[in-house]
């Protein structure tokens, strides 16, 4: 892969075969100009080169689109890739890394490992979770990317935080509530407010195990509330008898700042909840289907018209981190769902949800964020061109980035 970052008061003019803007939809030798580290313009390529000046790079039989927005993983788990069976189940999976997180110390080796492997499939932005603050890997980061790091609590004591952890490089700090079976109420209200105060984005796990879904309803007589009392850990107001999501919604959390991650155990009620909330959700399917061999139906989230995107959670309970086997991952197991949905979340509701408004998409005044993919081996069809890149082996050939 080639990198080409875009400096201040520098212009280019772009050149690909195919342009995916979304705006625009899906654009053949078409050219983008960028001044600045802005997109300026988008035209058809012969009339752009006639008044453009500047420097011409022609990225050849490529798709152009914008990078990947991996918006769920927990880096500095890397360390425990190929360590966990597949298939424990929740419970147990938790009680593993657990005890892994206890015996093994974090491995830059892993990390510089994983990081390359974001850059390489296409991610240019990440909402990373981590329990460390400030994140111990901020020096492996390369310039091409950018994100959210949540520093995420657990417990049912309140702690106090202060705003000056609201930094902005070279990531975007904000905050994240565990799940609502590890949180109190309290202190995952404090926390959404902190977050909302700093019009930062906010993520916490949502209906990710039955465990979640039966302590809520049961409390300390749950397997989880159980497992809780051995922990040492002290809780008195659970029960709350309802779903996570109608839960987080009585506490004033479902917003459009807010990131569910997984919501793999909802009932027909909490779609309509997320959807009137605003609310964000992010899937991890190939996670899910590591841990408990149940998948997400991004089918539902389509048709009540909430906004999905896309992570690969951690190396505990994946195989890798790139994002385009969840994808084709979804692509296998729902592929009524349209290729353009699938990298749109991806894309375009990821950025989103990270609150990078100006990225995720090619349009005019974004920034120029993209990743050319080589398709040469495709059929050029325009119709099918997506699909088809969705189902087969990429390459990516150029990272585009604004140098910050």
């Known amino acids: 892969m080639d990198f080409i970052p875009i400096k201040n008061k520098e212009s280019f003019l772009l050149k690909s075969r195919f342009i995916l803007t979304w705006d625009k939809g899906l654009l053949e030798n078409a050219g983008i100009e960028v001044q600045n580290k802005v997109i300026a313009r988008i035209e058809n390529f012969k009339l752009l080169k006639k008044s453009f000046t500047g420097k011409v790079l022609d990225l050849g039989e490529t798709l152009l689109m914008p990078c990947l927005v991996n918006v769920h993983l927990h880096l500095e788990l890397s360390h425990l890739k190929n360590k966990i069976k597949q298939g424990l189940g929740f419970l147990p999976w938790v009680k593993e890394v657990i005890r892994l997180k206890s015996t093994l110390n974090p491995s830059e080796t892993e990390l510089k490992k994983a990081i390359s492997q974001l ?10 979770v981590g329990n460390n603050f400030p994140p111990t890997y901020e020096k492996l980061l390369n310039k091409n990317i950018k994100g959210v790091y949540f520093w995420e609590h657990l417990g049912f004591k309140k702690r106090r935080i202060s705003k000056e952890v609201f930094k902005e490089e070279p990531l975007i700090y904000s905050l994240s509530a565990h799940a609502p079976h590890t949180v109190s109420s309290e202190m995952i209200k404090y926390l959404k407010e902190k977050t909302l105060k700093m019009k930062k984005p906010f993520s916490i796990h949502c209906a990710e195990s039955e465990e979640e879904v039966e302590f809520l309803k049961k409390g300390k007589e749950s397997t989880w509330g159980k497992f809780l009392l051995e922990r040492g850990f002290e809780f008195s107001e659970i029960p709350v008898k309802e779903t996570p999501v109608k839960y987080l919604e009585k506490l004033g959390i479902l917003d459009s700042l807010t990131v569910l991650v997984h919501c793999l155990y909802l009932e027909e009620e909490d779609y309509y909840a997320i959807k009137k909330g605003g609310a964000n959700v992010c899937l991890c399917p190939r996670s899910n289907y590591f841990i408990q061999n149940k998948v997400p139906d991004p089918r539902k989230f389509l048709k009540a018209g909430i906004s999905v995107c896309v992570g690969t959670d951690s190396l505990a309970s994946n195989t890798d981190l790139d994002l385009w086997k969840e994808l084709e991952f979804l692509s296998e197991k729902f592929p009524e769902v349209p290729g353009e949905e699938l990298l749109k979340m991806a894309t ?17 005044g974004s920034k120029p964020e993209l990743i050319a993919v080589d398709v040469e081996k495709l059929p050029k069809n325009k119709k099918t061109l997506i699909n088809n890149l969705l189902n087969s082996e990429k390459i990516i050939r150029y990272r585009i980035y604004e140098e910050t």
């Open 348 to 364: 375009l509701n990821g950025a989103r949800a990270l609150c990078f408004l100006n990225c995720g998409k090619i349009s005019v």
């Open 119 to 128: 850059i390489s499939s296409g991610v240019g932005i990440i909402g990373d």
